[in-house]
């Protein structure tokens, strides 16, 4: 978390005007997950090898044998890395030295070449996303809807390329880490890494306040063998609706060969086209009854967006 909050220290000057008191930082997605994560046991040893992050033992110790910690280390460590090399620490006072794990150290990378040598197309785009940063001064406060400027949108569109990018090179890494949580829990990780892209082609704005609105919809617990959406009763009705969302968006991306992503990126080609796919993301958890509505606008943007050229990473 102490990476986290150095990262929205050195970045608030580029987005003062989004919201007051750094609320509106593109970066607040990251911590927020991280807390999230933290806080519902999701970084703590699943394997039940050691103790760490167990509350009988070391509490606040993250683990190289939690799939979401070592997924969590690509979205911490190297963001981190990339906005030293952009040059966003120019004038830090403090050498920045990453210590390595005891245990699994060939996973992860430390410095700006070791992760440039793990996964250069990763690197490069958050390195990018800070240079892009850096050069972008003002802004106005980015809103769920209506639409976000071409200014806001390229930035978002920069910042969720490099998420992305993070997701997919952590993915086939950490699959064996999938063995240490029940079958449900797996499930829904893969789930989760699959709908980021699906939500990252909305450019969605990881803002303070968005983010905190939408991840109460995630699990608060750990899954459980057994537990299977929507009929886990201790979960609220908006999480176990979230939770088939986005079994099913894996499912369906899954069974097409990705050609659902692929359509929901064309679709989300336009603004207009984002705009709606942000706002039907939020109606399938909250309000079910304007999914059939939200469809069939982006049917219509689908169609529109015939000739769309940039539904590349």
């Not at 490069?124 to 892009?132: H, M, N, P, Y």
Request: with cysteine; aromatic share 12%; proline share 5%.
């Amino acid at each position: 978390m102490g990476m986290y909050k150095i990262l929205l220290s050195v970045t608030a000057e580029y987005m003062s005007n989004f919201a007051p008191s750094n609320t509106g930082n593109v970066l607040w997605g990251l911590p927020l997950q991280n807390s999230w994560q933290f806080n519902t046991g999701r970084l703590a040893d699943p394997s039940n090898i050691s103790s760490c992050g167990q509350e009988i033992g070391d509490p606040l110790c993250i683990s190289t044998r939690s799939w979401w910690s070592c997924m969590n280390y690509y979205l911490a460590t190297v963001p981190f890395l990339g906005a030293v090399e952009a040059g966003l620490f120019e004038n830090w006072p403090f050498e920045i030295k990453i210590l390595p794990p005891e245990e699994h150290m060939d996973d992860f990378c430390y410095t700006i070449a070791d992760c440039h040598g793990l996964n250069p197309e990763m690197m490069a785009k958050w390195t990018t996303f800070f240079q892009l940063l850096k050069r972008t001064k003002e802004f106005s406060q980015i809103k769920l809807l209506p639409t976000m400027s071409s200014e806001e949108d390229y930035t978002w569109q920069h910042m969720w390329r490099a998420h992305v990018a993070s997701i997919e090179a952590a993915l086939p890494k950490f699959s064996d880490r999938l063995a240490f949580i029940s079958a449900s829990e797996a499930q829904f990780g893969v789930s989760w890494a699959n709908g980021v892209e699906f939500i990252a082609a909305t450019h969605f704005p990881t803002n303070f306040n968005q983010t905190n609105s939408f991840q109460v919809f995630l699990p608060q617990r750990m899954l459980l063998p057994g537990d299977q959406a929507p009929s886990i009763p201790d979960l609220s009705k908006e999480q176990n609706r979230a939770l088939v969302a986005l079994n099913t968006l894996y499912e369906g991306n899954k069974l097409t060969g990705g050609w659902l992503l692929k359509v929901w990126k064309r679709t989300m080609c336009s603004e207009k086209g984002r705009a709606e796919g942000r706002n039907l993301l939020e109606n399938i958890v909250v309000n079910p009854d304007l999914i059939s509505s939200g469809l069939g606008n982006l049917l219509l943007e689908f169609i529109k967006n015939h000739n769309c050229t940039t539904i590349t990473k």
